[in-house]
DNA sequence: GCCCACTATCGAAACGATGCGATTCGCATC
DNA sequence: GATGCGAATCGCATCGTTTCGATAGTGGGC
């Protein structure tokens, strides 16, 4: 069911017009009564109010408002791939959390627009007819090249976390790099040498078997998804005999099976370092089903310090603040609707020690 | 064409004017070619998106065309509380996904409305100056009342899941209390007579320590939300004797501290029957934290069925068609968008045994 | 070659509110 | 009672698009 926005006729509701004639006032007048800038006499914004409230009017009408003042005060919110996944992902929701806390104190609204649909491909329709004043990319997404044109085209402020590396977009970086370094060679000076690495699907529609194994810098120059080449690499610098293998999608059950793969060679991997926390806990998962004890036979990492109440332990992880990247990008885009040129950010990470690692056996 | 006057933000457009003028058509013409109904030459139409192509039109301000048709293509979606808590909570984010996938069916816009900000109360401003066509009530709050006024008086559609139970607000409703019935008759078979139940708390700002030992019974028409009041219901007319806790809280603390509570005592309930399912979990640690084995000391059952990956068991619960709930909230909203009445609906829900629950010993 | 029936295009009037500049009002002062 | 002045109110153009009714153009039938 496809609906139209322009077949139906308008509701019949009650304009400020009506309230000034009741009022015996112009609508200039009656306007008034609403703003805050202009002068008018309590005697009448009452009268005006009264006669308001009398025939049931709600209030200016923020369409037309928002044509005559060429704002909306609607900040589109980007996820990649659909509402649905993003909504289970526990750092896109952490960031999500920073971003509304920022985005609730300038008094604008967040509008949800997912890159694609559950049913299929999300046209630009939905996307380019939308009043917003300013877009943020929540999650990193290959596909967004796609729609940067028309957004710069609409002269959108344009603000993303971990991307799109893009001119004209403000960004709050991540030092992954570096973090995901400090924690290889964590796991290095407990000892460990024979390690295999998790990585999350490059595929855009990812489902499936786990890749093959591979060298970990396998083809590195090839990954387009910045975030997860730049860990690799960190990793692949303390670890170069490291094998990796890529989870056939992005969901739990993915992490655990490609894990699976690794823990059922001959000679295991002493440590797994997965690439993010959920990748982490499908290893944990692996482990537990094979009578592995973590971290007694085997050290499990992940990255990204999301808050996991109901795993029961303690990730041995790198602590993005997650909750503060997305203060952060709101703060941008309140700069940048007040007229401002904030510069990118990149924030720290911090390395944390949990009881999922150890020395090797 | 320059128009930055004095105060308003320079944010000088192309418009079609512009690129009518361009193609050297009338606006009216140049309109058409974005438009689906209206007769024109397929030459024209490619004149005119070429000249749009050339000076960076990025197509009709939906803005100004929401003015005239009365439509913006936006669903307001209304959270209890603040957005970053509701968007740690698995049942309204199962509720949200569903959601989501039916109004991306209809090409809607999503608009989270917040009921409060992080910081301290929302305005009303917000909620009244963002141009929906109607709203959804993601989540069940006490504080709806105040703004249902406003929302009639501009003639929204509204759909609530789980309330509020008004006058024009269509419903999604779940059979709560027949399935809480089913799970305490359920656990009464087991052999339990000894039960303890823990509830949410019904303070708005909850947060504290957890209530007193109550009777099941006690005050329960002074309960006004009524998902809690029926539940709470059902038990009693199953255990009559069991004691509730309140837990100080919504989160999944407050639970394990109530829960706590009701095992201190000298004779412990042999039966935990949680109103929620993150209560549950919140008993559960409580249990881990004492020595006492689930299910073999302690019975604990929940209820939603909540999709809880991470928790490693599967919990004793009633299962609420969560995904669906959402689905049929959007599917109202579409139908009333397109000038349809549906009626309100009641939702079955089914006990699930998990491993949570056995007989006393 | 004339008239008719279309159809592509155009002009102008909304949609509902805002804000500039102009006008009127109220009132104190001379 | 006339004058001056700030404050309150008003009229009108405007935001960018859609749409209705009018007009011009095209081609076919006879």
Redesign the pocket.
Same mark, same amino acid.
């Given at each position: 069911m496809v609906k139209s926005m322009?077949?139906t006729p *308008?509701r019949t509701?009650v304009? /400020? *017009?009506d309230v000034a004639a009741l009022a %015996?006032?112009?609508?200039?007048?009656a306007? /008034?009564a609403?703003?805050r800038? &202009?002068?008018?006499?309590e005697?009448?914004r009452a009268r005006i109010l009264a006669a308001a409230a009398e025939i049931g009017y709600a209030g200016?009408?923020p369409t *037309?408002?928002s /044509? %005559?003042? &060429?704002r909306s005060g609607i900040v589109g919110i980007i996820i990649a791939g659909t509402v649905r996944r993003a909504f289970q992902n526990p750092v896109a929701m952490a960031t999500m959390a920073g971003l509304s806390e920022a985005l609730d104190d300038i008094d604008v609204g967040q509008l949800l627009l997912s890159h694609r649909s559950e049913s299929g491909d999300r046209s630009a329709r939905l996307l380019d007819g939308m009043p917003v004043d300013a877009v943020v990319f929540l999650t990193r997404g290959e596909e967004f090249d796609g729609i940067l044109p028309s957004m710069r085209a609409r002269r959108l402020a344009m603000v993303g976390v971990e991307g799109p590396h893009e001119e004209g977009v403000t960004l709050v970086d991540i030092d992954d790099a570096s973090g995901m370094a400090v924690l290889a060679r964590h796991v290095r000076d407990l000892g460990h040498r024979r390690v295999g690495v998790v990585m999350r699907s490059t595929r855009i529609d990812a489902n499936g078997p786990p890749g093959p194994f591979e060298a970990i810098d396998a083809d590195l120059d090839s990954i387009s998804n910045r975030t997860i080449r730049e860990r690799l690499r960190a990793v692949a610098s303390v670890f170069p005999d490291a094998v990796r293998v890529e989870a056939g999608g992005r969901e739990l059950d993915s992490g655990e099976i490609a894990a699976g793969r690794l823990l059922d060679q001959a000679v295991r991997p002493t440590a797994i370092l997965a690439q993010n926390d959920m990748l982490a806990v499908g290893a944990l998962r692996a482990a537990a089903a094979r009578g592995i004890e973590v971290p007694r036979d085997l050290t499990v990492t992940g990255f990204d310090g999301a808050d996991l109440p109901l795993l029961g332990r303690r990730l041995t992880t790198v602590e993005q603040p997650l909750h503060e990247r997305g203060l952060q990008a709101g703060r941008m885009v309140g700069e940048l609707l007040a007229g401002g040129a904030p510069s990118s950010i990149v924030l720290p990470v911090a390395f944390r020690e949990g009881d999922t690692s150890g020395p090797p056996r």
């Open positions: 322009t077949t *308008a509701s304009t /400020l *017009a %015996k006032v112009s609508t200039s007048t306007s /008034l609403y703003r800038t &202009g002068s008018i006499t005697r009448t200016p009408n *037309a408002r /044509l %005559k003042s &060429g």
